[in-house]
């Protein structure tokens, strides 16, 4: 049995057990209908709340076990990664935009943006209507979820921490940067999903969260194949062995582990507490 069948069994395991939790500790008046007959659905904001707590694993896996140890080990990521004479890799922020337009071509309709009031790319400006929630998300320091009219979605903006010294110092640094005074944990941005549905079923929870895994594993994958072709610097060894132990680097099976491990960890921990009273 392939990885992949392992993750989405344990992840059936995990909502099979959710369901069975939820169905015996019903009501009388629900216990009294046959259990083939439950069905249960997840609001959109559900679906954001779990998505979001996905994306924050994946992404802090990749910024701290990647970029983080990596540039200590030698190796560089930058915004011009995927040009042929850079021999680097992508920022988090451009992981995310890639993972973003990954998830775009799948066949589920779900949008991700990470956008800012203060951006260093113009393309990442709040407009309209989001703009308006980006105010209110930095008073309260809260997600906000919302209906845009204008899109006909369902919309949900979470905060995204300056949560680093890295964090402050490049935005400040960085030439395009609209705002060099930020600060440790400033509000510098919000990661906003969009889905067009109002609720979904398991198989379709399951569905949004096996493509952003993938769209996110492929973007790993397109970055170790960037590294097999450097053409200045050394190529480090891809292997079962992380930047944090020198110059190497988790292939897509070992990384896609870590992912799987920490994603699973989230699923019974997040969303068990998120339905549960
Ligand atoms: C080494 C430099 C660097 C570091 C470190 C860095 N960023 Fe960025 N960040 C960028 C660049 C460059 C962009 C623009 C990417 C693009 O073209 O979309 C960006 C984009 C963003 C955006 C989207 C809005 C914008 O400015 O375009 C947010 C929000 C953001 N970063 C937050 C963070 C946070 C939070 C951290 C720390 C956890 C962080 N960044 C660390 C360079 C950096």
């Given at each position: 049995m392939s990885r992949k069948s392992i993750?989405?069994?344990?992840?059936?395991?995990?909502?099979?057990?959710?369901?069975?939790?939820l169905f015996y500790s019903a009501p009388e008046d629900v216990n009294n209908t046959r259990a083939e007959e439950v069905e249960?659905?997840?609001?959109?904001?559900?679906?954001?709340?779990?998505?979001?707590?996905?994306?924050?694993?994946?992404?802090?896996?990749?910024?701290?076990?990647?970029?983080?140890s990596g540039k200590k080990a030698g190796l560089k990521f930058d915004e011009n990664w995927?040009?042929?004479?850079?021999?680097?890799?992508?920022?988090?922020?451009?992981?995310?935009?890639?993972?973003?337009?990954?998830?775009?071509?799948s066949p589920v309709e779900l949008g991700l943006y990470l956008g800012s009031d203060f951006p260093i790319s113009k393309a990442n400006k709040f407009e309209g209507l989001q703009s308006k929630?980006?105010?209110?998300?930095?008073k309260d320091?809260?997600?906000?979820?919302?209906?845009?009219?204008?899109?006909?979605?369902?919309?949900?903006?979470?905060p995204d921490f300056a949560s680093a010294n890295a964090c402050v110092q490049c935005h400040n640094n960085h030439k395009q940067s609209p705002k060099i005074?930020?600060?440790?944990?400033?509000?510098?941005g919000a990661t906003t999903w969009s889905i067009s549905?109002?609720?979904?079923?398991?198989?379709?929870?399951?569905?949004?969260?096996s493509v952003y895994k993938n769209s996110a594993?492929?973007?790993?994958?397109?970055?170790?194949?960037?590294?097999?072709?450097?053409?200045?610097?050394?190529?480090?060894?891809?292997?079962?062995?992380?930047?944090?132990?020198?110059?190497?680097?988790?292939?897509v099976m070992t990384f896609t582990d870590s992912v799987d491990n920490l994603i699973s960890k989230h699923l019974l921990n997040d969303i068990f507490k998120t339905r549960l009273p």
């Open positions: 993750f989405i069994l344990g992840l059936i395991l995990v909502f099979v057990t959710f369901n069975v939790y249960y659905t997840y609001s959109s904001q559900e679906l954001f709340t779990i998505l979001a707590g996905v994306n924050d694993k994946t992404r802090t896996l990749y910024t701290k076990s990647i970029v983080g995927e040009l042929d004479n850079v021999d680097a890799g992508p920022l988090p922020a451009l992981f995310l935009r890639e993972t973003s337009l990954l998830i775009e071509k929630k980006f105010q209110q998300l930095k320091e809260s997600p906000q979820f919302f209906f845009d009219k204008a899109s006909k979605r369902n919309v949900a903006m979470f005074d930020w600060e440790l944990m400033d509000v510098m549905a109002d609720s979904l079923t398991t198989d379709q929870l399951m569905e949004y969260i594993l492929d973007v790993y994958s397109s970055y170790l194949d960037k590294v097999k072709g450097f053409k200045e610097s050394e190529i480090p060894s891809i292997g079962d062995r992380w930047p944090s132990e020198g110059y190497f680097l988790p292939n």
